[in-house]
């Protein structure tokens, strides 16, 4: 086998955050290019009818003028931008704009990598030629199964999967510099299964992953919407479970939805924990916002379940990996006098 046995994480690259918190400027950019999605995964709130019609967040795609402003205001951070994740509650290969969006972002010199998560139902040729093309760093292709009845089950889609196998090969042999990992719930599937998936995806990608449902969303019940049963020992990327107050997230990134609104944080599917508006602010005004400040506070006074959203979700245990617990104190100071200097 080819592909590295490895997530989507870089563990071995990451900053000691505790030693540079207050940032000046984000690390990551989550920029969600469509809230709309092709597939209904039961593992996800935009899956469900029920929600979608009772949110207050209307499914859309991104203007790309929104998105113009968006790169354009980047310039006024003190350094670029590390990573643009081009994905957050929808599929962003519904947006026709969007081969033209990275291009803007890789040619203004202003975002050191980008990426994606994608479902792979809309891959084609030419498609994928366009997004390497444009200069896409790494695309993320998560899988819903490893055969069109899973798919059907946990999807609510149909799907040709030996064609789809076929594309992801066609992609590998044709990807350039853009690197190529695949996943998928290791929850649907039997050890016998987990073999199979290696065994056709292995060769044909740079990384390969088999991931833990988790209960990330806040106020989504994983577990009686899908019926399966969650982890108690391993987290989404298989690494210990952990017990911690402070959520990382808000300290080094934000999440710009399709509508342009700005949420805290990625894990925010139903826009309850919005910080800004890209279209009435600049994105230096919501990194450094009374709203965004407030929040991060809170969590460092160790009142983060004060927040309705922040005591519901699960991704601060079940998908992070930074933990800055221990120097929650420090860290409280420290903003405390960056705020009055």
């Known amino acids: 086998?080819?592909?590295?046995?490895?997530?989507?994480?870089?563990?071995?690259?990451?900053?000691?955050?505790?030693?540079?918190?207050?940032l000046e400027s984000p690390f990551l950019l989550y920029v969600d290019p469509s809230s709309a999605c092709n597939f209904r995964c039961q593992f996800c709130p935009t899956g469900h009818k029920d929600l979608v019609k009772n949110s207050d967040y209307r499914r859309s795609a991104m203007n790309y003028g929104l998105f113009e402003k968006l790169v354009d205001n980047l310039s006024a951070f003190s350094q670029p931008l590390k990573v643009m994740r081009m994905n957050k509650i929808g599929e962003p290969l519904?947006?026709?704009?969007?081969?033209?969006?990275?291009t803007l972002a890789k040619d203004s010199g202003r975002v050191e990598h980008i990426d994606l998560a994608t479902n792979g139902?809309?891959?084609s040729p030419d498609l994928l030629t366009r997004l390497v093309?444009?200069?896409?760093?790494?695309?993320?292709?998560?899988?819903?199964?490893?055969?069109?009845?899973?798919?059907?089950?946990?999807?609510?889609?149909?799907?040709?999967?030996?064609?789809?196998?076929?594309?992801?090969?066609?992609?590998?042999?044709?990807k350039g510099d853009c690197e190529v990992t695949i996943k998928v719930p290791g929850n649907y599937l039997t050890e016998d299964q987990k073999k199979q998936f290696f065994d056709t995806f292995g060769d044909y990608c740079d990384r390969i992953f088999v991931e833990e449902i988790a209960p990330i969303w806040p106020g989504f019940?994983?577990?009686?919407?899908?019926?399966?049963?969650?982890?108690?020992?391993?987290?989404?990327?298989?690494?210990?479970?952990?017990?911690k107050?402070?959520?990382?997230?808000i300290f080094y990134a934000m999440a710009i939805n399709a509508d342009g609104t700005v949420s805290a944080c990625c894990p925010?599917?139903?826009?309850?924990?919005?910080?800004?508006?890209?279209?009435?602010?600049?994105?230096?005004e919501i990194w450094t916002s009374d709203k965004m400040n407030a929040l991060r506070l809170l969590h460092l006074e160790n009142d983060r379940k004060a927040n309705p959203v922040c005591r519901d979700?699960?991704?601060i245990k079940h998908a992070q990996v930074d933990n800055i617990d221990p120097y929650r104190e420090q860290l409280l100071k420290k903003m405390n006098l960056e705020r009055a200097s």
């Open 1 to 22: 086998m080819k592909a590295e046995v490895k997530s989507k994480l870089n563990l071995e690259q990451r900053v000691a955050l505790q030693d540079v918190i207050p």
């Open 94 to 102: 519904l947006n026709k704009k969007l081969v033209d969006m990275i």
């Open 121 to 123: 139902a809309l891959f």
């Open 133 to 174: 093309t444009a200069g896409l760093d790494r695309l993320n292709i998560s899988l819903e199964g490893i055969n069109s009845e899973q798919y059907q089950k946990h999807a609510k889609v149909d799907i040709d999967f030996p064609k789809f196998i076929d594309t992801i090969k066609w992609l590998y042999s044709n």
């Open 221 to 243: 019940d994983v577990e009686q919407r899908t019926g399966l049963q969650v982890q108690s020992e391993q987290g989404q990327y298989k690494q210990s479970l952990q017990e």
């Open 245 to 249: 107050s402070v959520c990382t997230y």
């Open 268 to 284: 925010d599917w139903d826009q309850k924990l919005l910080i800004g508006d890209l279209r009435e602010q600049s994105l230096t």
């Open 313 to 315: 979700c699960g991704h």
